[in-house]
């Protein structure tokens, strides 16, 4: 699967909050490091940390990829996302949009989510 596919895998999941998916496609390493958190370590933590947002949000993204730069069984991409997000507990939608940065590494020969970072770039008034 390329790298791109992964990426597009990633939104499909995202938008279906389809945990298992999303953990299908990080690594056996995984650091995922939301906004406004703490970095999530490990698989257990990124699992917790995805059940948190999805119990608290639903997404409804588009990812737009920026650049995907190769070097052996590493690589990264710049990606920005942009949509709507409703806030369940009060059942509001508000307009989502965020800079990403993965980092891949190649397990097994094939590319996996290694590290994920994002950051807002709609902030909420």
Do not use: C
């Not at 989502?96 to 590290?115: A, P, Q, S, T, Y």
């Not at 994920?116 to 709609?122: C, D, E, P, R, V």
């Amino acid at each position: 699967m390329s790298i791109q596919s992964v990426l597009q895998s990633y939104e499909k999941a995202l938008n279906a909050n389809d945990t298992d998916a999303i953990l299908d496609l990080y690594g056996s390493e995984p650091i995922f490091m939301p906004q406004h958190a703490s970095a999530l370590v490990g698989r257990d933590a990124v699992r917790a940390g995805y059940e948190h947002v999805f119990a608290t949000i639903k997404l409804d993204i588009r990812f737009e990829i920026h650049e995907i730069q190769e070097t052996g069984d590493w690589a990264w991409a710049r990606t920005s996302s942009a949509g709507r997000t409703t806030i369940l507990a009060m059942n509001a939608e508000v307009s989502e949009g965020n800079n990403e940065l993965f980092v891949f590494r190649r397990e097994k020969g094939v590319w996996k989510i290694h590290r994920y970072l994002f950051a807002t770039n709609q902030p909420r008034a």
